[in-house]
């Protein structure tokens, strides 16, 4: 878990700024017209241009007026990239922390308010996600969808609220598919074989087929099976050997129909399913496994001592995420100045999240004087969240060649989120009823079943609208300015309702509202086409909500009154500025932005203790700066060259009062957790012909993740002591467990190899994270980490090979 020499951040910056200003000194010489130059793995040479739909209307990448990354289908494949937590590892500012297959958390620039768990279903997102127009993201479950046959995946950084709206404030992610082709048939398809370090096999097989089907109709379908390989290794009854497998099945079928001149329908459904068998949990503390207990003491245990990539487990655990979607984009060419866009979308999901709680229950019947039999009793704590969400978007965009474009629409939104939690204990009711008295139970049920001492039922409503607009003025040939605004209103009704012994019983409806303005303003100076420079003002927004009642039965009297004043949460806003250029010349690709983002009502969330509970709440004011930077190069034929990273400063300027402040980590200072201050990656790879038809090809890559913490309240008091207070097994419940709450910094180095021919066949070897780092990506406490100390942990070293073949056009 150490980490090796990396650059110094300090000298990246410096080289990185001395670069910025030479080619701000230089530019119209650097953008003078280029030699043609193959595309790279990740960004492409003079002779090709990827066009980006990043302002909602078609430009190529170098003009898009802000910071942004296009990752093309090419460059997917070439990484092996199959999942956008292996994209972000070459995207400059984006940071995925993984929480197991479908539960990923997104932030950009640092922007990030601590690690949302699968309890917390009222936090909205701080990055929006879309599949090409519609919006996917839902805070922690934003769907993990398949990279295979898209055509590129681009990311916003920095507010995107004008156009894309709230869940935007750090920036946005869009998976943008190749859409039916009415001139060609063709297809491919893709097989894949792995095997983890110290785990088990895994592997994929993907295909595409487009076809036309008449006169002005194309289809275009992608299916896909995924089988996930495990490497964590489970003691006890629940246990076994690489739990945490799974596999990812889907496809998505798309039509284009052209029914009347300048008319373009596309309909489209997709439908996956996620499943894991348990999580990516690697323990150094359990109630039941600990070195502490002891076999000679009456009702004694043997001590245990958990080994890297291990966990104990009462009962298997399970995720699973079923996701449909079902939405139409209609295109109206109005002239051939103005197009109609109109897009709408449904989205049913079903998620559950199955854990382990033994170790939770078991921690509370310590405390209530409950005999051992009682804490032994295997407790499954099941979290459902059932998703119905219908959004409208329709917009106008204009391109009339002059020198005034805009782009105005309204969008609707209405979700229907029902999250429920039950814990199942087979036998405990007998138990409390014998502690408390008979009838117990019962009374406290609430009219939930039985033998389930938590339980909680909260439907959600939220209706959001917006009218947007952007417009962009060209001030002269080189000079153009944008100026646009985003005006919402949001309202949100939500009822809860719990019951069992560690509940309140409550039974309440709240309800809160928003509204207003977002604006962005950007000026770009384009002295040469290859060249350009923006400047951008804009900000973000993220609505607030309400928290959910601690669980007071389990709090203790500090925490209680600790935490308990911490109701509802308001919206969170911030001020983005940013200067960035982008630059291209005789394979020489470069671009980078320097940034300072103002924010104002950081939603932090905050472990609640003892209370097996979490909070939001605002912290008055917080900011991120820093500088990020992508540069890639063709030197030579057939030689590739890229190198992207970041470095970012993200701090709170808000210190709560008293004990607050220790209890909380929010001091003026403190760093926003979950993110990196120095991320970097840097690849090559050289192709070359080994037959008339056929070239083969060499690469690798090298990422760094620096040092982060999980919540902000982990740089307080660390390294750690975690005591139990919990006599079990032997244990006194004194001794310590001692943590640091650090995540080390870690890097990834990985290689690959292939050959592609002409006929459209194509293979390839890979190994990722070649030296097995062990890379820890969170920390995981239960009931305040007096049940359970653990990390989630990177996937192992992993050998591959894959084959592809295209057919058709």
Not at 370 to 395: H, I, M
Not at 619 to 636: C, D, F, N, Q, R
Not at 742 to 757: Q, R, T
Not at 774 to 803: H, K, Y
Request: with cysteine.
């Amino acid at each position: 878990m150490t980490c090796t020499n990396s650059p110094s951040p300090a000298r990246i910056l410096i080289l990185s700024a001395a670069s910025l200003l030479a080619l701000a000194a230089s530019g119209p010489a650097l953008a003078q017209p280029a030699q043609p130059a193959p595309a790279t793995a990740a960004n492409v040479g003079d002779d090709q241009v990827i066009i980006v739909t990043a302002t909602k209307r078609e430009t190529s990448l170098i003009d898009v007026p802000f910071s942004i990354n296009a990752q093309t289908e090419a460059a997917i494949q070439r990484s092996g990239a199959n999942t956008i937590e292996d994209l972000s590892r070459n995207v400059a500012g984006l940071t995925i922390q993984n929480l197991g297959p479908g539960q990923s958390q997104v932030s950009v620039r640092g922007v990030s308010a601590g690690q949302i768990v699968r309890d917390q279903p009222g936090v909205k997102e701080q990055v929006g996600v879309y599949l090409d127009e519609s919006v996917i993201s839902l805070s922690l479950f934003t769907p993990d969808i398949d990279l295979y046959d898209l055509n590129r995946v681009e990311t916003l950084r920095g507010p995107q609220g004008t156009l894309f709206g709230s869940g935007s404030v750090g920036g946005t992610i869009r998976y943008i598919t190749n859409q039916p082709d009415m001139n060609h048939f063709e297809g491919s398809a893709e097989a894949n074989l792995n095997v983890l370090e110290g785990g088990s096999v895994g592997g994929h097989l993907k295909a595409m087929v487009n076809a036309p089907l008449t006169t002005g109709v194309a289809m275009r379908a992608v299916g896909y099976y995924t089988r996930y390989g495990g490497f964590i290794d489970a003691l006890g009854p629940g246990g076994g050997n690489n739990v945490n497998d799974g596999y990812r099945v889907g496809g998505r079928v798309a039509l284009t129909l052209e029914p009347a001149p300048g008319v373009r329908l596309t309909p489209r459904v997709l439908y996956q399913e996620i499943r894991a068998n348990g999580f990516n949990r690697e323990e150094i503390f359990n109630l039941f496994a600990n070195p502490f207990t002891n076999a000679a003491a009456p009702n004694g245990r043997a001590p245990i001592t958990l080994r890297e990539r291990q966990q104990y487990l009462l009962l298997p655990e399970r995720f699973s995420d079923k996701t449909f979607l079902a939405d139409l984009t209609a295109q109206f060419e109005l002239s051939p100045m103005a197009t109609i866009t109109s897009i709408s979308t449904y989205i049913n999901r079903s998620i559950l999240v199955s854990r382990d709680a033994s170790a939770l229950t078991g921690s509370v019947s310590v405390d209530l004087g409950y005999p051992n039999a009682a804490v032994l009793l295997p407790s499954n704590l099941r979290d459902t969240t059932d998703l119905e969400t219908y959004a409208q978007e329709l917009r106008l965009a204009t391109n009339t060649g002059g020198p005034a474009n805009f782009v105005a629409g309204v969008f609707y939104s209405s979700t229907n989120r029902f999250y429920r939690q039950r814990l199942p204990t087979p036998g405990y009711d007998a138990f409390t009823d014998a502690r408390f008295g008979a009838g117990t139970s019962a009374a406290v049920a609430n009219g939930f079943p039985a033998n389930s001492p938590y339980n909680s039922d909260l439907p959600y409503t939220i209706t959001q609208k917006a009218i947007f607009g952007e417009a962009t003025f060209d001030i002269s040939s080189q000079l153009h300015a944008t100026a646009g605004g985003r005006y919402y209103d949001f309202s949100e009704r939500r009822r809860f309702k719990s019951g069992g012994l560690f509940s309140n019983d409550d039974n309440r409806t709240d309800r809160t509202s928003s509204n207003g303005f977002s604006p962005r303003f950007i000026l770009s100076y384009e002295p040469d086409p290859n060249f350009r420079i923006n400047a951008q003002a804009s900000q973000g927004f993220r609505l607030g909500g309400v928290n959910d009642p601690l669980n007071l039965p389990l709090c203790t009297a500090s925490d209680r009154a600790l935490f308990g004043g911490f109701q509802s949460y308001g919206d969170e806003k911030l001020w983005n500025y940013e200067l960035g250029v982008r630059a291209r010349r005789h394979g020489l690709n470069f671009s980078a932005a320097g940034f300072y983002t103002d924010i104002s009502n950081l939603q932090v969330t905050l472990d609640a203790g003892s209370c097996s509970s979490r909070i939001v709440f605002n912290v008055p004011k917080a900011h991120t700066m820093g500088l990020e930077w992508e540069l890639s190069a063709t030197p030579v034929q057939g030689l590739d060259l890229s190198i992207s990273g970041s470095l970012v400063k993200a701090e709170f300027d808000s210190t709560l009062p008293g004990v607050l402040a220790t209890t909380t980590g929010i001091r003026n200072g403190n760093r926003l957790p979950t993110v990196p201050n120095f991320q970097l990656s840097a690849s090559a790879s050289y192709s070359f012909p080994v037959a008339t038809d056929a070239n083969a090809y060499v690469g690798a890559s090298f990422q760094h993740v620096g040092n982060r913490y999980t919540q902000p309240s982990d740089q307080e008091n660390n390294p750690r002591s975690f005591v139990s207070g919990l006599p079990f097994g032997g244990a006194t419940g004194t001794a310590a467990t001692i943590v640091d709450l650090k995540l080390p910094a870690y890097n990834y180095v990985n290689l690959s190899a292939g050959v592609d021919w002409d006929n459209g066949l194509g293979a390839m070897i890979y190994v990722t994270n070649l030296f097995d780092e062990n890379a820890l990506l969170s920390f995981d406490r239960e009931r305040g980490g007096r049940a359970r100390l653990g990390f989630n942990v990177g996937q192992p070293r992993t050998i591959g090979i894959t084959l592809r073949k295209r057919f058709g056009h």
